[in-house]
């Protein structure tokens, strides 16, 4: 049997405020196999971004364990966590963050190119993973020229550009209307599985939820 992608183990959160301390996660507990699209379910406020951020080793003051692709993450120095987000990890949040500068394709190639592969080879895997979103006309276009649905899709396809083993998302259709939403969550969903990706997708709503493999939830900094 495969490893698991992620494993969490004991994983809390707490901070003080106006002088009381605030749990956020108490002991959170998951494992993600390889290949697994697992939906985080709670309503806004239940600490599903914190938990996220806590996966994705973008900020400290966790207790716990957290083992990504076999590496121990959580006691990591800052060049260790950002060795395991550029060769383990992908992110898509509900805003797009594209680089307004650069072109569809341009900000797909260029996490590759910080991964260390060489332009051609990236250019050709931009070109794949935006045409089989359906973005193969739009690979020259900057991002004030796409709608909301292309400019998701254009995350999407950074996400997956460096073939992480676990993709993190956030509300990843949080701003869409709800049928374009629909669309893109499932060229998401479809993506993801074809390229053999696992991820961890935070929602608070059900009916997304349910197009998962595994859902869990998240009530009062406890996962269920």
């Known amino acids: 049997m495969n490893s698991p992608v992620l494993e969490i183990a004991g994983l809390a959160r707490s901070f003080t405020q106006g002088g009381q301390t605030i749990h956020v996660l108490r002991g959170v507990e998951l494992a993600i196999a390889p290949g697994e699209?697992?939906?985080?379910?709670?309503?806004?406020?239940?600490?599903?971004?914190?938990?996220?951020?806590?996966?994705?080793?973008?900020?400290?003051?966790f207790e716990g364990s957290i083992r990504i692709a076999g590496t121990e993450a959580a006691r990591l120095d800052a060049h260790g966590r950002t060795a395991v987000r550029r060769d383990a990890l992908g992110f898509v949040y509900q805003f797009h963050h594209l680089l307004p500068d650069f072109d569809a394709s341009e900000n797909v190639v260029l996490p590759q190119l910080i991964h260390g592969t060489e332009r051609t080879p990236a250019e050709a895997r931009a070109t794949t993973l935006l045409t089989a979103l359906g973005l193969g006309h739009r690979l020259t276009h900057r991002p004030s020229q796409l709608s909301g649905g292309e400019q998701q899709r254009v995350a999407v396809a950074r996400a997956l550009a460096n073939r992480p083993a676990l993709?993190?998302?956030?509300?990843?259709?949080?701003?869409?209307?709800e049928?374009?939403?629909?669309?893109?969550?499932?060229?998401?969903?479809?993506?993801?599985?074809?390229?053999?990706?696992a991820a961890l997708v935070a929602t608070h709503n059900e009916r997304i939820a349910g197009k998962m493999d595994r859902v869990v939830r998240l009530h009062e900094g406890v996962l269920a």
């Not at 699209?37 to 400290?60: D, F």
């Not at 993709?167 to 209307?177: I, K, Y």
């Open 37 to 61: 699209i697992v939906a985080l379910l709670g309503p806004s406020g239940s600490g599903k971004s914190t938990l996220l951020q806590a996966v994705g080793l973008l900020e400290g003051g």
């Open 179 to 197: 049928a374009t939403a629909d669309v893109v969550l499932a060229e998401f969903l479809r993506l993801v599985r074809e390229e053999g990706s």
């Open 167 to 177: 993709v993190l998302a956030d509300e990843p259709t949080g701003n869409l209307d």
